[in-house]
């Protein structure tokens, strides 16, 4: 397993330069660092590589489309410029030494349209089916992110993502799940992970409350069993926002300090995840 945090964790603006986090987050143990593309494009790219390199920290990439570039859309020009988009991401995440590129790349986060999810989902697959060219020639997996209702209405379970990811048809595009979200829309999170099964291509832990894992009422050592009988051996990175009154945590609707400090919650959550998913595989 490698072991990651998602820089998002110590950032106020996505725009922050997250290189001086990464000394950070070796320091506390952790193998690799995610990164929010919003705050990045290919001219950062080199210099954010070396400064990874130097802590001894790989690096993961995340990143969303907005509505200019929504790939579920019924309009072509819509849908090519979310190519274009994509295009440029799987770039940048390639230049940044990265092979893994996942988030919020189905349809626009908060963008809702229920009446239309089939042909929304059709539309989805094929566009992000039309990547795996592009994906293979970097090196790079995408995984499309199963968000909850409040985010989204496309991929608000681990079934929906999947079937997305299925229906494209490409080698080099599958989901990424995530404990916060799963924690509210699945019934039973370790069966939507077997479920996944090799689809799953990525894996994000924070508790009920987006804090530390380990620290509320999930049931993380469910999760590692599941992924164990699936023979998932990738990345498993804490995705925690604790912090109120930073322009990111409006962003994800932090109102509240969940931690109330972000280096001890990432010593906390790595402790846990090393107890938890050390095993698997």
Known sequence: MIFGIHAGLWMDRWTQDPAPLFDRAARIGFDAVELSLLGIGPDKAAALRGAADAAGVALSCSTGLGPEADPASSDP???????ETLARAIETA??????????????????????????????????????????????????????????????????????????????????LLDSFHMNIEEKDPPAALRAAGETLVHYHVSDNDRGV??????????????????GYLGWVVAEMFVRAGQPTSADLHIWRDIESDADRAAAAALAHMKEVFADVG
Not at 155 to 171: L, Q, Y
Not at 213 to 230: K, Q, T, V
Request: aromatic share 4%.
């Open 213 to 230: 894992p380990g620290s509320g009422r999930y049931d993380f050592a469910a999760d590692a069993r599941a992924l164990a009988e699936i």
């Open 94 to 175: 390639a230049a940044l030494g990265s092979s893994r590129l996942a988030g919020v790349v189905a349809a626009p986060w908060g963008l809702f349209d229920p009446a239309n999810k089939p042909d929304r989902a059709k539309r989805s697959a094929e566009t992000l089916g039309q990547m795996q060219d592009h994906l293979a020639q970097h090196g790079v997996t995408l995984g499309i992110e199963a968000l909850n209702r409040f985010e989204s209405d496309l991929t608000s379970t681990a079934a929906e993502a999947c079937a997305i990811a299925r229906a494209s048809g490409a080698a080099n595009v599958g989901v």
């Open 77 to 83: 020009a819509v849908r090519h410029q979310a190519r």
